[in-house]
């Protein structure tokens, strides 16, 4: 072994150690306090008890059928609002100071963004089957196989966007108003364009066009139907190519944000 590769497996080596340490770092707050996870439910659980009947009422389909499609989409929204916000906790730790104080510690800087963004795998595995676990009693059925896909997928896209909402932050350093801004700006075409909470299908023209490019759009049909059980149907092959496309792009928009950040 050269001394070039030798050198280059120390790094990869400190990489992924500097990155479980700063995964475990994140994941101790959660662990301390799991009522700020249970409380995040709220929001879900009050869509999924308001807004499902209504859509119920609406459509004249069975209650089984419409949870069936309806809390896929509320899966996908735990994600989008969750990792979504979560560069606002980089900011507060950028306006305390305790960010600056991990720049200067012995840490491979790429550590600090990915570390963080795999720590929002554990919150959104753990409210994603309280979910499902809730609506199962009402009528939503369980495919083991795509329950399991699905939550990696989730986890997949989770990550990706909260590498972007890191990104974010770092932008918007000590501009917490404009953070908000840009976030909020985001997130409701997002949400309203991608058919998690209605269907598009009656929708104008223009918004199936937009939609057909979103890529939130194509994990929502993915889960529906990896939920569905129909495991080999192409929104799934496309919401995983859309989740990956997202991690990759968030994670190297990331860590070049937390390379340069000083």
Known sequence: MTASTAHQTAVRGNAARDTWHVLTRELKPVVRDPFTLIFSLVQPLVFLGLF?????????????????????GVLVMIVLFGTGATGSNLQYE?????????????LVRSSLLVGRALKEIVPILVQALLIVLIAWPFGFSINPAGL??????????????????YALALATKDREWLF??????????????????????????????VAAVNPINWVVQGERALFAGELGAAPVAWGWVSALALAAVGLIVGIRAMRRSH
Do not use: C, K, N
């Open 52 to 72: 499902a009947p209504l859509l119920i009422g609406s459509s004249g389909a069975p209650a089984s059928e419409t949870l069936q499609w309806f809390v896929p």
């Open 94 to 106: 950028m306006m305390t100071g305790s960010h600056e104080r991990t720049l200067v510690a012995p």
């Open 148 to 165: 399991v896909i699905g939550l990696a997928l989730l986890a997949v896209f989770g990550v990706g966007l909260g590498s972007l909402s």
């Open 180 to 209: 908000w801004g840009v976030q909020q700006t985001l997130i409701f075409p997002l949400l309203i364009l991608s058919g998690m909470l209605l269907p598009l299908d009656a929708a104008p023209s223009w918004m199936r066009v």
